[in-house]
């Protein structure tokens, strides 16, 4: 097994300077030599097409590296203009840091005056055509938010401060080592549900119950396996990039005929601009779902690049979206195959396209052949749609972790990282022995802070996150599956009863013109 990267919050021994090399650092460049960039300066060349991020006090220039980023291009356009060290610093290895960084840098960044010292955003008010500005509450509209998951007046310099100083423990404590044998238990466990699945195919009795059993099987397994992706895109397991994506897409696509890679500029997105309703893909479910009556206005999508249009079908949908929650949800999977396959065939990112295909297309020969040896057309459908159906218990835990959680920033110029993950997230409780069954991901926040941190260590993270939360006054959102759930839908309840009373045809046409200005921007 490839040796793990060391954690980007490990601490990191420089070799002490010779005389008169004041300034020097990361690997040894000389940082002093580097010209000073204003935050007039920073907009400025922004607003002239440079792709400007702030990282350890650097502005880094990254027009050349944004379309060969393992995790998207727009997980770094969303970073454009703000300081993004944190961002960075939790989902790198710490070489990104050391050698990639110094590399990039253009200039040492100069805070303003009139920013203060404590900024986290400098373009705000600039029209990006590639990121819009968050969503915030002091925007002058009232956009009614979930209870309890937003605060004004934190003070985002120390919770900054103590989120890096929990990271730098997490490290020194060993939590960012992954323990191989957590995941030789779950072998054994993927390897028993295949077998399940497969063997009652094909050795079970003639009968509905059978091919029932069979499809349960199958939809536990691909949950289970997903949990499995999801710490290989993450890097978790070796943190070695290409052995770890190549070994996602031998789970997810060729065992569940999904892409890792459709997945991963996805997620990457999501984790950088959390329920931000512009921004995050993860929320962006019109027709079907609003979480905010924000998207009754037909906002533009920076990640699918296209209005996402409050129309007739989205008035009836979203006015019935907490009744028909459940039953699109069993819809999901077939949702994600369509995803995947738009990614593969149409996206200009999708750097391993074509073992991804070939991974999928041997997906479908063994997985049709699992099918056909099945001796009834209806036992088969009954088969394929229950497999896919019941795989909708995942995507409801990762929804009720965003869903009723809030979408507007108090501060969007100075609300630091690890302040806009605990905002925006919640977990879900359950007892230690169910962990298996929500794979670790039901902590939520934990992984939003520390998405590196592999998910079996996030139960031991959680005291330490809701400490912090404590220390600095900020709501730590937690709830049982059950009340999870009773909490995520009636909030959608609320959003649904809002279609009636929203009228906002004048404001739609501005909208409208707006989209269209900012399409003609990236043209």
């Known amino acids: 097994m490839p040796p793990r990267t060391p954690s980007p919050f490990q601490p990191h021994h420089k070799q002490k300077a010779a005389p008169g090399d004041a300034g020097l650092g990361f690997g040894g460049r000389r940082m002093g030599k580097l010209p000073t960039c204003t935050v007039g300066e920073l907009r400025r060349r922004i607003g002239e097409g440079e792709y400007l991020v702030i990282i350890n006090g650097l502005v880094c220039k990254l027009n050349g590296f944004v379309n060969k ?89 120390a919770i900054q401060r103590d989120y890096r100083k929990l990271g730098a423990h997490l490290h020194a404590a060993g939590f960012y080592q992954c323990r191989y044998r957590d ?47 999801h710490d290989l895109g993450h890097n978790e397991l070796t943190g070695r990039r290409r052995f770890d994506m190549v070994l996602g897409i031998c789970v997810a696509d060729l065992l569940g005929g999904l892409s890792v890679g459709w997945w991963k500029k996805n997620h990457n997105t999501h984790h950088i601009v959390t329920n931000d309703v512009d921004n995050d893909p993860d929320i962006q479910h019109l027709p079907f779902f609003a979480v905010s009556t924000r998207l009754f206005e037909s906002r533009y999508s920076t990640y699918y690049q296209r209005v996402m249009r409050f129309d007739a079908a989205a008035r009836v949908l979203v006015a019935l979206q907490d009744k028909l929650y459940y039953p699109i949800m069993c819809f999901a999977r077939y949702n994600l195959y369509v995803q995947s396959w738009s990614y593969l065939a149409f996206s200009a990112f999708a750097p391993f396209r074509w073992l991804e295909i070939g991974c999928i297309a041997l997906f479908f020969v063994w997985f049709g052949n699992l099918v056909a040896q099945i001796p009834t057309w209806p036992l088969r459908v009954l088969y394929v749609a229950v497999a896919n ?15 009723a959680m809030s979408t507007e920033s108090p501060d969007p110029v100075r609300e630091c990282y690890a302040a806009r993950q605990i905002r925006t997230t919640m977990d879900v409780a359950c007892p230690r022995w169910l962990d298996w069954f929500h794979g670790g991901l039901q ?21 330490l996150v809701k400490a912090l939360c404590r220390k600095h ?21 609320e959003v649904a009863r809002r279609v009636k009373l929203y009228n906002g045809h004048d404001r739609q046409r501005a909208i409208d013109s707006t989209a269209k200005s900012r399409i003609s921007a990236q043209h």
């Open 69 to 157: 980023h393992p995790g998207g291009p727009l997980a770094i356009q969303h970073m454009i203009g703000r300081d993004a060290t944190d961002e960075v610093t939790s989902m790198h290895p710490r070489e990104v840091l050391d050698d990639r960084v110094p590399r990039w840098a253009v200039a040492r960044f100069v805070p303003d005056a009139s920013y203060g010292k404590h900024a986290v955003s400098f373009v705000e008010d600039m029209q990006l055509p590639y990121s819009a500005a968050r969503s915030a509450s002091t925007d002058g509209e009232h956009y009614p938010q979930p209870g309890g998951t937003a605060r004004a007046g934190l003070d985002y310099a």
């Open 183 to 229: 995941y030789a238990y779950e072998a054994v466990r993927y390897a028993g549900l295949f077998a399940g699945a497969v063997g009652l195919v094909l050795a079970g009795p003639h009968s509905a119950w059978t091919y029932l059993a069979a499809a349960v099987s199958t939809a536990m397994l691909w949950q289970q396996l997903a949990f499995f992706a």
């Open 389 to 403: 159906s019941i795989s909708a218990v995942i995507h409801i835990q990762i929804t009720l972790s965003h869903f």
């Open 443 to 463: 902590f939520q926040v934990e992984h939003h802070l520390f998405p590196r941190v592999p998910r079996h260590r996030l139960r031991d993270v959680q005291p």
């Open 473 to 493: 006054n900020m709501d730590f959102m937690e709830f049982s599956f059950i009340d999870g759930n009773v909490y995520t839908v009636r909030w959608l309840g």
